[in-house]
């Protein structure tokens, strides 16, 4: 069987090291998909996070929208206000 001349040896060698350098290092190596994956995740949490605070916001804006008990208990709580023919009383300790 003939030997295989050493500077395909070397080539070889080099085609081998240059592929992994792009798997460990370059453009779409391990490190950046998971560093990728990872600020994937932390968007989703944050958009679950603010899915939940629209959900609130907007279920706060259709009982404010229907009728006047929410804003009477948010202007009683919020502004201190008293309805006409109200006392209001308040106690120190």
Do not use: C
């Not at 080099?14 to 932390?42: F, K, M, N, T």
């Not at 804006?61 to 201190?80: P, Y």
């Amino acid at each position: 069987m003939p030997k295989a001349p050493y500077w395909l040896f070397v080539l070889l060698v080099l085609i081998l090291a240059g592929l992994q350098y792009r798997l460990w290092v370059g453009d779409g190596s391990l490190a950046q998909v998971q560093a990728l994956q990872q600020q994937i995740a932390e968007q989703q949490a944050e958009n679950e996070q603010l899915l939940e605070r629209n959900r609130i916001l907007e279920a706060e804006v259709l009982e404010l929208k229907q009728g006047t008990e929410t804003v009477e208990e948010r202007a009683r709580h919020e502004l201190g206000m008293v309805k006409e023919g109200e006392t209001l009383y308040q106690l120190a300790e």
